[in-house]
């Protein structure tokens, strides 16, 4: 069971974290749009605590926030890289699937992990069984298991709880 202290701390983190998210998706600045914000994040954060209780596990919020450029440059690659495969016929298109095996358990962690490898170029997480999470690849001979890997330790580094290699 999870000590109050926790319980608070996990709450502030995410009532940040929502707050941040309305103020990115608020239309404008105006008080009762901030009010409604505050009350809103309040609300999700609280609602949050019953289906994902505090972890004893943390979030280094600074390293997340670093995180964020590799995740905005990751994304625009594989955009790039999927439309590049897609519109000539003389780069490699070998799919297949891969299986890399985790160190992450299943969880917020895993769940994290598999969105930002989601984003890597030419793969797709489709399937998990245990430790071993299962990618549909463009190309299977590229060295995604590597990639994979480093995206692992990266996001370790970010969570507390997580695998850090």
């Known amino acids: 069971m999870d000590s109050p202290v926790s319980a ?3 709450g502030g983190e995410r009532f940040v974290a929502f707050l941040a998210l ?3 998706l608020l239309p404008s600045m105006q008080p009762a749009d901030v009010a409604l ?3 809103t994040a309040g609300a999700a954060s609280w609602l949050s605590l019953v289906p994902l209780p ?3 596990g943390r979030v280094h919020l600074l390293r997340l926030l670093l995180l964020l450029p590799r995740f905005l440059w990751q994304s625009v690659r594989a955009g790039i890289d999927v439309a590049r495969r897609a519109f000539d016929p003389r780069l490699p298109i070998h799919p297949g699937l891969i299986e890399y095996r985790t160190g992450f ?6 769940d994290a992990f598999t969105i930002v490898t989601s984003l890597l170029p030419g793969s797709l997480p489709v399937a998990e069984a245990g430790d071993v999470i ?3 690849c463009l190309d299977s001979r590229a060295p995604v298991a590597r990639q994979l890997a480093i995206e692992e330790r990266v996001l370790g580094r970010v969570l507390a709880g997580g695998s850090d290699g």
């Open 8 to 10: 608070w701390r996990a």
């Open 22 to 24: 309305w103020s990115v």
């Open 37 to 39: 914000g505050v009350l």
């Open 54 to 56: 505090a972890e004893t």
């Open 105 to 110: 358990a299943v969880g917020p962690a895993r």
């Open 134 to 136: 299962v990618y549909h």
